[in-house]
């Protein structure tokens, strides 16, 4: 009897929590960059704009103090890269590629919550995000003793193959597939969000050997973000 008392009670909650579950859409600005060394650093002056849309889901496990929030988005990420003196490029020859992959991503994350009010709270997330590559540009810029060019080409996804066995290797040669996690903070009010997330990537972007002496090339992302959820509290 006590089992199934539990079990009922558990169903009934479960039942309880899923009646306000909600759905809703969200979009963002992205300031993306792609770490440089095997210590996962970055510099500022890589960074690059761009921007997330998508829709997301609130599903309680604790009514007002912890759901499980999934989405689905399109994202953008990237980063700058730029070499030699544009001002004097017969000695020291200029170049700057801007490299903007973007990406389906699929976060799943985990979002404890702190009522401030009957229809408000302020938030705290985390937890894993999938990513495959579907679009994107290579644009570049050069500049050899005052010759100027600069165009641009579509990323090239790869099949993973290393980049010590690939004759086809590239700035814009990169992995489909992307992984990492989300930490976010933000504030939840009535049906309206806004967030500010921090997505660390854990997956190479770009070809090469998977060994722990060469880890470079990982995504980083800020983003911030309002969106809005429908349905009842």
Same mark, same amino acid.
Request: aromatic share 12%; hydrophobic share 35%; glycine share 10%.
């Given at each position: ?104 991503? $699929? ?6 919550? %702190?009522?401030?009010? *009957?229809?408000?709270?302020? !938030? +705290?997330? =985390? ?57 976010? $903070? ?6 309206? %969000?806004?967030?500010? *997330?921090?997505?660390?990537? !854990? +997956?190479? =972007? ?28």
């Amino acid at each position: 009897m006590k089992k199934i008392l539990l079990s009922f009670t558990a169903l009934t909650f479960s039942i309880a929590a899923m009646s306000q579950a909600r759905v809703g859409i969200k979009a963002g600005w992205n300031l993306s960059n792609i770490t440089y060394d095997n210590s996962g650093n970055t510099k500022d002056s890589r960074s690059l704009s761009g921007f997330n849309v998508g829709a997301i889901a609130d599903l309680p496990l604790v009514p007002r103090i912890l759901s499980f929030q999934p989405g689905v988005f399109y994202t953008t990420k990237g980063t700058k890269l730029e070499t030699g003196d544009k001002n004097n490029s017969t000695v020291n020859p200029y170049a700057k590629y801007t490299i903007n992959p973007s990406y389906i991503e $699929i976060p799943l994350n985990f979002v404890a919550k %702190l009522p401030i009010g *009957q229809s408000s709270s302020l !938030f +705290a997330g =985390v937890g894993p995000y999938f990513a495959f590559g579907v679009a994107g540009k290579q644009k570049y810029e050069t500049t050899i003793a005052g010759v100027h060019a600069s165009g641009s080409e579509s990323i090239k996804w790869d099949d993973d193959t290393p980049f010590n066995n690939d004759p086809n290797t590239a700035y814009n040669k990169m992995k489909r597939f992307d992984w990492g996690g989300n930490v976010q $903070i933000g504030a939840e009010l009535s049906n309206f %969000l806004i967030s500010a *997330q921090y997505g660390i990537g !854990f +997956a190479k =972007v770009n070809s090469g050997e998977d060994n722990s002496t060469d880890d470079k090339s990982k995504n980083r992302v800020f983003s911030v973000s309002v969106g809005y959820l429908f349905g009842g509290k």
